[in-house]
């Protein structure tokens, strides 16, 4: 299994070729990236083999917020009936030549470091994904995220839930 490294993306990072099999998340890294990055729309990691510069995955963190009524009752106690605050995970994609590699889970749990320190500094109280189908949502749903109620791939995981499972998750 390859050493990955996770960086924040930079002009040294080759992107040309990666493919995950997903066209609107290729052409995301392809075209749209930079303008997202210059505009602070949302910061992307990157996963490269130890010593390489060419992208094998990658994720996209952003803020955003989920409205108080498409909260699971479950979810949604002791909460101000306002939009909760949430780190939004884009984007999480792994190219096609290091699909089944373990490197979803790696990327999955580097974002889940990165959201766990940012209550020091900005109020969130939960991480939020869109699914983009339903092998998507499986995954994701692997991890804890449970389903919103206003669409099935609109994914929500509480941080006191990545807290508690913090040491699983990362071992």
Same mark, same amino acid.
């Given at each position: 299994?390859?050493?990955?490294?996770?960086?924040?993306?930079?002009?040294?990072?080759?992107?040309?070729?990666?493919? /995950?099999?997903?066209?609107?998340?290729?052409?995301?890294?392809?075209?749209?990236?930079?303008?997202?990055?210059?505009?602070?729309?949302?910061?992307?990691?990157?996963?490269?083999?130890?010593?390489?510069?060419?992208?094998?995955?990658?994720?996209?963190?952003?803020?955003?917020?989920?409205?108080?009524?498409?909260?699971?009752?479950?979810?949604?106690?002791?909460?101000?009936?306002?939009?909760?605050?949430?780190?939004?995970?884009?984007?999480?994609?792994?190219?096609?030549?290091?699909?089944?590699?373990?490197?979803?889970?790696?990327?999955?749990?580097?974002?889940?470091?990165? /959201?766990?320190?940012?209550?020091?500094?900005?109020?969130?109280?939960?991480?939020?994904?869109?699914?983009?189908?339903?092998?998507?949502?499986?995954?994701?749903?692997?991890?804890?995220?449970?389903?919103?109620?206003?669409?099935?791939?609109?994914?929500?995981?509480?941080?006191?839930?990545?807290?508690?499972?913090?040491?699983?998750?990362?071992?």
């Amino acid at each position: 299994m390859p050493e990955w490294s996770i960086e924040r993306l930079s002009s040294t990072h080759t992107r040309e070729r990666f493919t /995950c099999g997903k066209t609107s998340l290729d052409v995301f890294l392809h075209t749209l990236v930079t303008q997202y990055e210059k505009r602070g729309l949302g910061r992307t990691y990157v996963a490269v083999k130890a010593g390489e510069k060419e992208i094998q995955g990658y994720y996209t963190l952003a803020s955003g917020s989920v409205s108080f009524q498409n909260l699971p009752l479950a979810k949604s106690k002791k909460l101000p009936r306002h939009p909760v605050p949430v780190a939004l995970l884009g984007r999480l994609a792994v190219s096609k030549t290091s699909q089944g590699t373990g490197l979803g889970k790696v990327l999955l749990q580097d974002a889940f470091i990165r /959201c766990v320190e940012l209550p020091k500094s900005l109020g969130i109280h939960a991480v939020e994904v869109f699914a983009l189908d339903e092998a998507a949502k499986e995954f994701y749903m692997k991890f804890g995220f449970t389903p919103l109620l206003d669409n099935d791939l609109h994914l929500f995981l509480p941080l006191k839930t990545i807290r508690d499972a913090f040491g699983s998750w990362l071992s």
